[in-house]
């Protein structure tokens, strides 16, 4: 998607926000009246706010936008991940914060599902199936003295009320719960959803833990089936406030740190992009998808059409009143 106000300036591919004038910057904040964010590697760093994110994001609230915080974060709920916004001092409602483990339950919801849920991730993936009234179970180690694999598999327990397999962020995962699950989904009646598909979160330079995409593929390779993914970068997580008429795609700006779910993820909405480059991409990993654009179907859509190297570099041209 091009940007409004000067289509000749990103119809090419990735536009680089700081070379713009000021002026055109500020009729670019005027083409979207909704802003969805990322929130780890965009807002926050862990446990650490980004400096000037919040101000910047409190700054464009100011100034009229709608936002929302959407997140492939499964481990904790969405009012988790709500309390942490609040202690970071952002301007955000409880409704305004989207997760993958929020929308996984909202799925199960809407396809009326009573029966219980095995849950391969963390607590966030159990606390948003209670709220809408389903039952879940977590892996639970056999304690025996069973010595090999073949004995671990002849005396598993499978529990025939489970209809569904979520899986999450785990960072317990282990051979017995990829088995288990995979013996679940042996039965095609059974369900097998991920939150999303990340498969990994830097933590410094050249060091990185692994995400819950590890985990899913795993198990489907295990199942031979894939799963449905309830996060970025499918439209589902957002797709009930584009019905509702609060989202408007056309005016909707997604901010993310992430290519391949935040950056698909808006395209596939019809959102205009903006990668920020404190997170998981850079400029180098846009500059590399547009040289093999032309020879890998679909890869356009991970371009961003605009990057900036952090959030807060957008504060200088929002009204100091608005701060």
């Not at 598993?156 to 569904?164: I, T």
Request: aromatic share 8%; glycine share 8%.
């Amino acid at each position: 998607m091009s940007v409004g106000f000067n289509r000749n300036i990103v119809q090419k591919g990735c536009c680089k926000l700081l070379t713009l004038n000021r002026h055109s910057i500020q009729q670019w904040l005027q083409t979207f009246e909704t802003i969805i964010f990322d929130a780890d590697g965009v807002i926050w760093k862990n446990e650490v706010p980004l400096t000037g994110a919040p101000e910047t994001f409190n700054a464009l609230r100011a100034a009229g936008k709608k936002a929302f915080i959407c997140t492939n974060h499964s481990s904790t709920s969405a009012l988790g991940i709500w309390q942490k916004a609040q202690r970071m001092g952002l301007l955000v409602a409880k409704d305004e914060v989207l997760s993958s483990s929020q929308a996984a339950a909202r799925y199960l919801k809407e396809k009326q599902f009573q029966r219980k849920v095995y849950i391969i991730g963390g607590q966030g993936i159990a606390d948003e199936l209670k709220l809408v009234g389903i039952e879940s179970l977590f892996h639970d180690e056999e304690k025996s003295s069973m010595t090999s694999m073949l004995d671990y598999v002849q005396n598993l327990k499978l529990d025939s009320k489970v209809g569904a397999i979520v899986v999450g962020m785990d960072k317990y995962f282990n051979v017995s719960k990829l088995t288990k699950a995979g013996c679940y989904l042996m039965d095609s009646g059974v369900l097998f959803i991920a939150t999303n598909r990340d498969l990994a979160s830097p933590v410094t330079q050249g060091r990185f833990t692994l995400s819950s995409g590890i985990m899913v593929a795993s198990i489907e390779a295990v199942a031979k089936r894939a799963p449905i993914t309830c996060g970025k970068p499918n439209p589902y997580i957002c797709s009930h406030l584009i019905r509702q008429g609060v989202i408007k795609p056309e005016r909707t700006l997604m901010v993310g740190d992430n290519i391949h779910t935040d950056v698909q993820f808006g395209y596939n909405c019809g959102f205009q992009t903006l990668l920020v480059g404190t997170g998981i991409n850079s400029l180098a990993d846009i500059s590399q998808a547009q040289a093999k654009a032309s020879k890998v179907p679909f890869l356009y859509q991970q371009i961003p059409d605009l990057f900036i190297p952090k959030l807060s570099d957008l504060l200088p041209f929002l009204s100091s009143r608005n701060r």
